[in-house]
Each structure stands twice: as C-alpha cells, then as structure tokens.
C-alpha cells in the first residue's frame, strides 16, 4: 500500500496533514524528522509539516538528508518550506511585517503544485520569517502582499508553501494537497477506515492475548467507539468503569447506564467518586493544575478498582489525536498547547498496560469507525465532552454548588439546540461558567450573580473552528430560559471567537 510520510517538525497541524491525506483513501504516517526513513515501504512522497522554530535557531530541527535517499517528492510546509529553501541555497530571513491569519495570495505562476486554482485564494498564514532569496532552480508560484507563498523545482521535485493548504481555512487547500498527492506523488487510493479497523482488531488480539482489560468508560464518542472496538476484538475479557466524577453533564451517569442500545451486553461497573473529586479540587484555580489532579484522581479510582479485578493488566482509554497533539507533538518538537487528563495527567507507574487502539484517529474518523462497527447514530453524533469534563468549564475554583449551577445552564442550551433542530449541524456546543458576577435586576429587586457564557463551533477535525452562526431569536430564547431558570446566574453571553487563534475549550 503506497504511503505519503509526514515529517513531523513540531506542528500543532502536523497529523491534520496526514487525516487529509487519508480522506483521499491514501495512506499516511507521521514519523520524527530525525528517523532512519528506510524502514517504510512503498513511499511515494514526503510531506515536512510546519513548526515552532526558525531555520536559524541555535535548536531547530535539521533537515535530514536521508529524506533524498528516498527519491520521492517533497512538499515543504511552513517551516517545513523554509527548511527546503535553507538547505538548497535559499535564503531566509525575519519578516518586517508578520502574517497570520487568512491572507489573499496571488498565483502569478502556474505550475505543478497550483494547477487548477484561482487565480487569487484564501489561505492560512503563520509565519514570521519569509523567503528572502530563491534558491537555483525554484519557480515562484505565488505571492501575497508581503511575501513569497508557493515554489517549485520540477526538476529535482521539491515544492513549498508558506501557508497551511491543510486548514480548512484555506479555501483551496484541498485540492492544492491532491495535486500534490497524485499528479506529483501519483498515488493510489488504497485505504480507509475499515482497513484500519481490521487492523486495530488485529493488534487489541496479539496485544492483549488472553489478559482482561479495563476501559474507562465516559459515554462520550470517543469512549463508545473504544469500547465497540475492544468488544470486537475480546469481547469478553472486557469490563467498563464509569466513574461518575460529580464532574458530568446533567443525569450523564443515569443517560450513559442506560443509552447503550446494541452494547447492553457490555459489563459496566459505576463507582460514585464525586465526593473525591471535589475534595482535590477544593481552591485549585489554575486550568493546567486542575487536568492533572482530575487525571491523577480518576487513574487513582481505577487503582482501587484494579485490586477488586485483579485479573486486569490492561487499562484501555479513548484517547483520540486531538487530545495527543495538543498535549505534545506526536513524536516531535511542537510546544505545549494544554494537557489532556488522559494524555497529560497520568502519574509513571506500572500497575497497567495502557491501550489506547483510537489515538491516531481523528473526530470524524472515529465517527466513520463507529458506524461501521454498527453503533447508533444518537451515540456517535453525540458533541465531544472533554475528559477533565465541566472542572474546565467551571473557570476558576470548581466547587458543587458552581458545577450545579453549570449543568442546569448547559442543560437548557442542549436542550433548546435540540428543539430548534441545531444539534446535529454544530460541532460542539456547552456552555462556561465565569467567574465574574455582574449586577442585574429582577422585578424590583437588584442581583449580583454569575455570567454565563454560550460557546458554539463548526468543525471537520476539531483542530481548526469556526463560531456557529446561530440564529439571533434563539440566542434569545437561551438566555432568557438561562436567566430565568438557572438559580445563580443573570447574564448571558455568547463566545464569537474561532479556533486558532482561541481553543474550543476555556481551559
């Protein structure tokens, strides 16, 4: 099966450039840039991700010369395109005048990598540094207002872009990555998901063996997906803990028990730790602090679980990429974004084996896993709930009382989405509890209660967002139901900010 290798220099886009690969039913990997690339079969091109530094940082990552070996071609992204010219002859230098964000660039040149495209296009910069001098041998494609955005040497087969063509903020990067891959690479359409899925059968059963397995079970996509797919493989050697952290959604722990459908015959085992939880968290402020003690305290629940299933050796989580890459690049360089509690969080010790068969998935990928693992659709469209769950939408110190208050407002938003039909054609949607209190008044009388914020976006892959445009009267309908039902809050507001330069989450 051919493959296209991305390199990865650090990236936060780095494995978003391999998901779109796979959309195309091409095969990708990410690998460090400093590996022996030898060992992989069948490579048809290379692709070098972006990244933090600069080509003439003390520290910056090299580009490895073992690349050549391969004789594919490449495309530089970002970084990864300075790094091509720097090692060509080029020169690169600090910009006067930064771009990031949608930038306009201008194709003045067509060439292989640009065919088909507008004439002018939307991409997505993050730069400082610009090519200041070509190498020999380079065609300049395009060029924005400030600075070069595409080259290329036919000749020798290297291509560059200082834009991100994998963002879906750049409005043709799609069919800038397909030139790439099969008019340069001539790749072939040799995969999908469900050779992943026979894949990951495969490796749970030659993992595992004849061991029991214990799976964290949320009720989430990501944990339903998880659980389908370890039944698939061990079916029963397989037993699920729902920790009912005091830190769910309003009647989760009721609504997951009970909302398995197919997956009845799964054995799940609650433990009531809300107590617990609260208690660690008792005036803990900083966001970083509170996903790790979160994580520290739901591995330790599944410790004391362990003693009571000594035959466990295999702790299985449904940790995705998302939640891996913003915690650290995946094998390389890139900087820490936040921790995940299931990434992040978790103390060095040796009492379990993790397994996590869905981290180099993406939302939808796994979404398409589910369905053909037969799984509802109520179960697999359900929006993402992150694992330290409301302890990071509660902004500040997490205590009962405010986490009360939080799941009723989120309650009603869900709730309002569903009634108006919205659900399913946003992303994610919840709402945050800050820690501001601002004055109102109600009938005669003045209050002094908490701000609500509203946080709604639109995504394929959950690494980029856009705010949902969501209609003006029904923003309205929520915050009047908001403030008027929710003992605790008397204003409501709605977050319009996108992904980057914002997260989805507060925390």
Known sequence: MNTILVIDYGSQYNMLISRRIREMNVYSLVVRYDQDFSKYEDIVGVILSGGPSSVYDDFSPEFNQKILDLNVPILGICYGMQLLVKTFGGKISS???????????????????????????????????????????????????????????????????????????????????????????????????????????????????????????????????????????????????????????????????????????????KVDAKARFFEALKNITDPEEKRKIIGRVFFEVFEEEKKKHKEAKFLAQGTIYPDVIESSSVSGPSETIKSHHNVGGMPLQDSFIIIEPLRDLFKDEVRALGRILGLDDTLINRHPFPGPGLGIRVIGEVDEKRVKILQEADYIFIEELRKHGLYNKVSQAFVVLLPVKTVGVMGDQR?????????????????????????????????????????????????????????????
Not at 158 to 187: D, M, S, W
Not at 223 to 240: E, F, K, P, R, Y
Not at 455 to 471: G, K, Y
């Open 95 to 269: 910009a006067s005048k930064r771009e990031y964000g949608k930038v306009v660039i201008e194709n003045v040149v067509y060439g292989e990598l640009n065919r088909n495209l507008s004439k002018n296009t939307s991409v997505w910069m993050s730069h400082s540094d610009y090519l200041d001098e070509m190498p020999k041998g380079f065609t300049m494609l395009s060029k924005s207002k400030n600075a070069i955005a595409m080259i290329e040497n036919q000749r020798k087969r290297l291509y560059g872009v200082q834009f991100h063509p994998e963002v879906t903020h750049t409005e043709e990067g799609r069919k800038l990555i397909e030139n790439f891959v099969f008019n340069i690479c001539k790749a072939k359409k040799e995969w999908n998901v469900s050779d992943f899925l026979q894949e990951k059968v495969d490796f749970i059963k030659n993992t595992v063996k004849d061991e029991t397995v214990i799976l964290g079970l949320s009720g989430g996509v990501d944990s339903t997906v998880c659980a389908a797919l370890l039944d698939m493989a061990i079916s029963s050697q397989l037993t699920c803990i729902f920790v009912d952290t005091g830190l769910l959604r309003k009647n989760e722990a009721i609504d997951v028990i009970n909302g398995y459908g197919t997956l009845k015959h799964l054995k799940i085992i």
């Open 447 to 507: 209050t002094y209660e908490n701000v609500a914020c509203i946080r709604s976006v639109n995504t394929t892959d959950f690494m980029t967002a856009d705010v949902s445009r969501l209609p003006f009267e029904f923003l309205e309908v929520v915050s009047s139901r908001i403030v008027n039902e929710v003992l605790g809050i008397n204003r409501v507001t709605f977050d319009i900010t996108s992904k980057p330069p914002g997260t989805i989450e507060w925390e």
